[in-house]
């Protein structure tokens, strides 16, 4: 009888099969022909050609298990280390910053270096204070210091003096520098050496022959310039040629609304001191100081440089319950010696809105006196072209 030869069709060749299935399927295929003998060969190859496989998957799968396993403790090593640990140790206390040691270098009688051992640790350090700790913000009112000046021989002694002291002063501190038809080069560098912060104003009057003081227009000329700039601080006239103390300036902060204190005058005759301002109980004011039979009809018996007042006077009325609302100013209209108390009236009503400075007017804090050399004109640029001493020879 005739063997007919069956073959695997070409489509199912390439088709995966676990071992047991694979050699079931072979079993049966070829255990009912005749010639099994023949193909008992095949089965086995592919067999063991399944079993191969299999036994290579399941090594990576066991070799891919142990892996896990050692990673998964090594990281809970790593978490959870082992040992005891000092927690008192602060990372502010130590520097882990590399610095270079110190390296001693001596020379022995044989011309050859030695250098000493050279090691590295860590060093303690103390903890450094907040840079910032060290500056205090202390919030201080403004003072506005208004200052007439004119030509004059002494002009740049008195300028600079007074520029000085308002350097030593603590800021905020604005100086209004005013004066009469021009502003001069040489006023202008002094006050740019100052260091202080100003303001340099001119006084513009079209009819200058008509002017009585020209100290009144020049005031006038900074309250001006403060009401419209609406600055805000404590306004004081300070003549240039005055002699003022740093503690004035730091008292005139305390004032609330207006603020007096006595004056030390001399006289023109130079022969004796004349104390003008308040009398003062504690901080209030209960009278006056003066000598002068002329100016005894004056309300207030006040110097020029011996009063201060807030700025918000001039530019906010309501504030301070005015029952006016015209410009303060200074009159030149009136007698001379009355341009103080006809100021002041329009500023306070009577003694209960003044303040003393100091308490009890116990310090004298500002003085006035006569020390401009009327004999020696204006030179230009300040620089005398002779010696004082030959001027004063040949007069």
């Known amino acids: 009888m005739a063997s007919i030869r069956r073959t695997l069709s070409p489509l199912y060749q390439d088709r995966s099969y676990h071992i047991g299935v694979a050699s079931a399927q072979a079993h049966k295929l070829f255990s009912t022909n005749n010639n099994s003998g023949k193909y008992s060969s095949l089965t086995s190859n592919s067999a063991v050609a399944a079993a191969s496989v299999y036994l290579r998957r ?101 300028l600079n003096r007074l520029g000085q002291v308002l350097r030593l002063v603590q800021p905020p501190l604005l100086w209004i520098v005013v004066e009469m038809t021009s502003a001069s080069a ?46 805000d601080g404590i306004v004081y006239f300070a003549d240039d040629d005055n002699v003022y103390s740093l ?38 004011v209960i009278g006056w100081h003066t000598n002068e039979k002329s100016k005894r009809l004056r309300r207030f018996h006040v110097d020029m440089s011996g009063f201060a007042f807030n700025s918000t006077i001039l530019w906010d009325p309501k504030r301070w319950n005015r029952p006016f609302s015209n410009p303060i100013r200074q009159l030149d209209t009136v007698k001379e010696g009355f341009q103080e108390t006809t100021f002041i009236e329009q500023v306070v009503e009577d003694e209960s809105q003044m303040e003393s400075v100091p308490p009890s007017c ?7 006196l006569h020390l401009d050399a009327h004999g020696l004109v204006y030179p230009r640029g300040w620089l005398l072209q002779k010696n004082l001493e030959v001027v004063q020879l040949i007069k």
């Open 186 to 231: 040489e006023t202008a560098e002094i006050l740019r050496k100052t260091g202080v912060m100003y303001r340099h104003l001119v006084c513009v009057n079209k009819n200058n022959t008509s002017v009585k003081d020209r100290g009144v227009h020049q005031r006038n000329a900074g309250l001006e310039h403060i009401e419209r700039h609406r600055l």
């Open 58 to 158: 399941k090594g990576f799968r066991r070799s891919f298990y142990r892996c896990m396993v050692f990673f998964i403790l090594g990281l809970l090593l790593g978490v959870f280390p082992s040992g005891h640990v000092d927690n008192e140790i602060n990372k502010h206390d130590f520097s882990f910053e590399m610095k270079p040691p110190h390296v001693n270098v001596q020379l022995d009688t044989k011309d050859n270096f030695a250098l000493s051992a050279v090691s590295l640790g860590v060093e303690k350090t103390t903890p450094q204070p907040d840079r910032f700790s060290r500056f205090d913000y202390v919030e201080r009112k403004q003072v506005i210091v208004i200052t007439p000046t004119y030509n004059r021989a002494l002009q740049a002694y008195f």
């Open 247 to 284: 503690e004035l300036f730091e008292s005139l902060r305390n004032i609330s609304r207006f603020g007096t204190w006595p004056v030390a005058m001399l006289a023109q005759s130079k022969n004796k001191a004349i104390l003008e301002g308040p009398v003062c109980n504690a901080s209030q």
């Open 362 to 368: 116990s310090r004298i804090l500002n003085w006035h």
